[in-house]
């Protein structure tokens, strides 16, 4: 008999009642050192006392009003956004997948509002993952998410990932209206797309007028150690997805996009009800007061760097375990030699969340506020888990 919840997810025998910064505790009292954050959510860590008190005061205000009127917390949100990054204008969405449906959307206007509507295809790149709406799938393409739901959404065409010629065939192809990556792949197992490759992408584009449309939504807010992972190619984007992080655990997504990009979007072209509401806002500004903060992102890179050492020797001390350490910042895969399905259950059984990824990595995504000790606790643990799968 189906289950009351829709069963379409394989979830571990754990369940949490209530947490604080890196720590999760089951109702026994059993605490576990989180070491995925919700799926890079929870930034700030659990309970920080920051976004509790922004969240309770306005939940004593108001809470919900539509975008029918102004909302004053969605505004102050939009202007800490613009002012940190390339983006001219927002619009707020509950989740990644939302920011993908208007980041597609947009990119077509784009191309109408300029005479050429016979520009309307999205290049995406394999092994990529961009949530799970009709736009969210076609975009990433895999079989495993695309099977039994056709047809799809059409007008996505599909690179290798790491193709340069296969690239640079695509994009001159005269249908081209975007093309859309993630800077840190993440579900596709924590691949950095190369610095140098940002900047030729962002070349190709320009020569073409192609839009970049970067999806950080799991990279972003500081999760490599710059508030949005581009910042190290030193390109900017015409359109980002942010979500995940920024909501710190409530809720919330964004599309940024600058003037010319966002130029099709007027009046009536799109629309939520919750988006942007005064809950979400109260939160995510009080989340971009932490983050978007030199001295925070400072110590992010601090903390990256003790953690990446830390899993290189891990990964030193158990050859038959691990292959090697990637990603950027506090967004880290242990790419695995075992089955990663194998040292997820051995973390469990270490009181240690992880969260598996594609290609038989292991991510780890802390909160951006770890402490020191967290951080040698997690890969103590982690040892102590690599420990028990091979026979001594
Ligand atoms: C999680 C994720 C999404 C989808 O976000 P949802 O909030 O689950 O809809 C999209 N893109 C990337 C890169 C993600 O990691």
Known sequence: MISPILPTYNRAPLSFVSGEGSWLVEADGRRFLDLGSGIAVNVLGHAHPALTAALTAQAGQLWHTSNLYHIPQQEALADKLVAATFADTCFFTNSGTESCELAVKMARKYWTAKDQPERSVILAFTGSFHGRSSAGIAAAGSEKMTAGFGPLLPGFRHLPFGDHEALTEAMKAPDVAAIILEPVQGEGGIVPVPDQCLKGLRDACDATGTLLILDEVQCGMGR??????????????????????????????????????????????HGSTYGGNPLACAVGNAVMEIVADD????????????????????????????????????????????????????????????????????????????????????????????????PA
């Not at 150690?225 to 997805?241: N, Q, R, V």
């Not at 270490?350 to 402490?371: G, S």
């Open 295 to 390: 001295a925070f992102l400072a110590e992010v890179n601090r903390k990256a760097g003790l953690m990446r050492q830390a899993l290189e020797g891990l990964v030193a001390a158990h050859p038959d375990v691990f292959e090697a350490v990637r990603g950027a910042g506090l967004m880290l895969g242990l790419k695995c030699k075992v089955p990663n399905a194998d040292v997820l259950q051995a973390a469990y059984g270490q009181d240690l969340c992880v969260v598996p990824a594609a290609d038989n990595v292991l991510r780890l995504l802390p909160a951006l506020n770890i402490e020191d000790a967290d951080i040698r606790e997690a890969v103590a643990r982690l040892d102590r888990a690599a420990a028990s799968l091979v």
């Open 224 to 269: 490599t150690g710059k508030l949005f992972a581009h910042e190290w190619a030193g390109i900017t984007p015409d359109i980002m997805m942010v979500a995940k992080g920024i909501g710190g655990g409530f809720p919330l997504g964004a599309l940024l996009a600058t003037e010319e990009a966002a130029q099709g979007m007027t009046a009536g072209t």
